[in-house]
């Protein structure tokens, strides 16, 4: 049987978004909560409003970013951890799992991470996945292992193709490895795509040609990004 005071609600004020039940705090919509999430200052609060919200992969995967943007990576970790046999198979969830550990140069656990997506059926990763794990591998001296991650990202085409970002990860990881050539190609493709390389993308381009000895190659690059400018003037 309905309970009178929802009739008397619907009457005065429209149905209810979601009654209460004995005494509990109706959930709010998922836009809501991700929206709330994101515009957090402080970790506490975050997890505040967790307890609040229900939990889907969208709310955590914000909860996850934002928590790595207020400094506490770990606190992102261990809530992949804690949610992970419920939403295992989402790439959104897995790339900010992969940020968190990047961000505290876990580059152990992000590769770890990165082979379990690659294992299980139906998911891929995405442009997010190789440019936080390239960036993690190369900061820490891992740049064969960014290397191969390079290879697989330009192996996969079908549409994947690298933002500005990605190429920023991408030249870093030559610059480590020191594959000059490999670096300066990449600049050059960077900016034939019409994307416009920023500075700190230049000084790597250029250490890299520098470290090498190719002064030639170093003045070129640095020619045209001198005058990339003035040309489209």
Request: glycine share 6%.
């Amino acid at each position: 049987m309905v309970p009178f005071f929802f009739w008397v609600s619907c009457f005065f004020g429209g149905a209810p978004r979601q009654a209460s039940v004995r005494g509990l705090t109706a959930v709010p919509h998922r836009h809501e909560a991700v929206r709330a999430i994101k515009q957090t200052s402080k970790a506490t609060e975050v997890t505040r409003l967790l307890e609040r919200y229900q939990v889907d992969t969208y709310v955590l995967s914000a909860a996850m970013t934002q928590y790595r943007r207020l400094r506490r990576p770990k606190m992102a970790v261990a809530l992949f951890k804690q949610h992970k046999a419920r939403f295992a198979q989402n790439i959104i969830t897995y790339n900010a799992a992969i940020s968190a550990h990047a961000k505290l140069e876990n580059w152990e656990q992000a590769l770890e991470l990165y082979e379990e997506v690659k294992k299980q059926r139906g998911l891929h990763p995405d442009l997010i996945t190789y440019t936080a794990l390239m960036n993690v591998l190369q900061k820490n001296g891992q740049w064969r292992q960014a290397m191969e991650v390079l290879g697989e990202l330009e192996a996969r085409g079908g549409g994947l193709e690298p933002d500005a970002y990605a190429y920023d990860a991408m030249i870093a990881t030559c610059r480590r490895a020191r594959r000059w050539q490999k670096a300066v190609d990449l600049f050059d493709e960077l900016q034939a795509r019409g994307l416009t390389p920023n500075v700190i993308t230049c000084n790597m381009v250029l250490s890299a040609c520098a470290k090498a000895g190719q002064v030639d190659t170093a003045l070129r690059v640095f020619g045209d990004v001198v005058l990339s400018p003035q040309k489209k003037k």
